[in-house]
């Protein structure tokens, strides 16, 4: 699967977890240069705390449009230091 935004790919693995729709990376499979630390973090009753970083391609920004689950609840345990993709990434394989 390949995560890409903006044109450019930004993860790639045949290792992804699906869960609510959404594919989630093993960390090592998202390029660190295009992620911006953000100070957002929600709660979900399932999954638990999430973080959020900002999506840095070429100079445009995706405000929150990664997020990871580090200390996810038992139910969530297959995503922990995953990351996922929201709006406006597309996900393909």
């Known amino acids: 699967m390949?995560?890409?935004w903006n044109g450019t790919v930004v993860a790639d693995s045949d290792d992804t977890v699906v869960m609510d729709g959404n594919h989630y990376?093993?960390?090592?499979a998202v390029d660190p240069k295009?992620?911006?630390s953000s100070n957002?973090?929600?709660m979900c009753s399932v999954k638990g705390q999430?973080?959020?970083f900002t999506l840095f391609v070429d100079g445009?920004?995706?405000p929150d449009g990664v997020w990871t689950y580090a200390e996810p609840r038992e139910a969530a345990a297959a995503i922990k230091?995953?990351?996922a993709f929201g709006r406006g990434v597309r996900?393909?394989?």
Do not use: S
């Not at 990376?25 to 090592?28: E, G, K, L, S």
């Open 60 to 62: 445009d920004a995706l």
């Open 34 to 36: 295009f992620l911006l």
């Open 91 to 93: 996900v393909e394989g």
């Open 25 to 28: 990376f093993p960390a090592a």
């Open 2 to 4: 390949k995560a890409i």
């Open 50 to 52: 999430a973080t959020y």
């Open 40 to 42: 957002t973090k929600t």
């Open 81 to 83: 230091g995953r990351l």
